[in-house]
């Protein structure tokens, strides 16, 4: 909303392509964050692809089957995949608020209300899963890491979010 209340746009379209694009590219880069640090991780307590094979075999198989999970390459990669397909959901949806929020100076805020509840969304489907022997400050902890790239990297591809921000903030 403007000053006098009502919302206005900046005139221009949402461009449907580019709302797409970032939300894949900001999605894959989260993925990719999340993989590495949980590589690093497993490679340091020496059981490499220990993190997601455990996650994908509850995912797959149940909580049972989790805790008795050994790394294994097959699983880790669905895991991967299926992580990676629901972070690019993700990120394609906040990509569309952060248009939205470009657009319209009134509602800069909405992108962080979309990684808020994006945010929330992981952390319940994190305290859901319950994976035994994980660690949940470092699944909430990654997950985290994960949101904050795709909000550095929409934030970086549209920085004029940052200037709404700003402008409210001095009104």
């Known amino acids: 909303m403007n000053a006098a209340g009502s919302l206005h746009g900046s005139g221009e379209r949402i461009q449907f392509g580019a709302v797409a694009a970032d939300g894949v590219l900001g999605g ?3 993925a990719a964050v999340v993989a590495v640090v949980f590589f690093i991780h497993d490679v340091i307590q020496g059981i490499p692809l220990h993190t997601p094979s455990v996650l994908g075999a509850n995912l797959f198989w149940g909580a ?3 805790r008795s999970m050994r790394a294994d390459v097959v699983v880790a990669l669905a895991y991967n995949a299926v992580h990676m397909a629901s972070l690019v959901a993700g990120a394609m949806l906040i990509a569309y608020v952060a ?5 319209f100076p009134g509602v800069w805020y909405l992108p962080f209300i979309a990684v808020a509840t994006f945010v929330c969304g992981v952390l319940y489907v994190d305290g859901a899963l319950g994976v035994a022997g994980l660690g949940r400050f470092r699944l909430t902890a990654v997950a985290l890491l994960g949101a904050s ?3 550095a990297f929409l934030l970086w591809r549209h920085p004029i979010i940052v200037k709404h921000m700003h402008d409210a903030w001095r009104s």
């Open 28 to 30: 894959l880069l989260a």
């Open 64 to 66: 049972e089957a989790a």
């Open 99 to 103: 248009a939205l929020g470009q657009r």
């Open 149 to 151: 790239t795709v909000i």
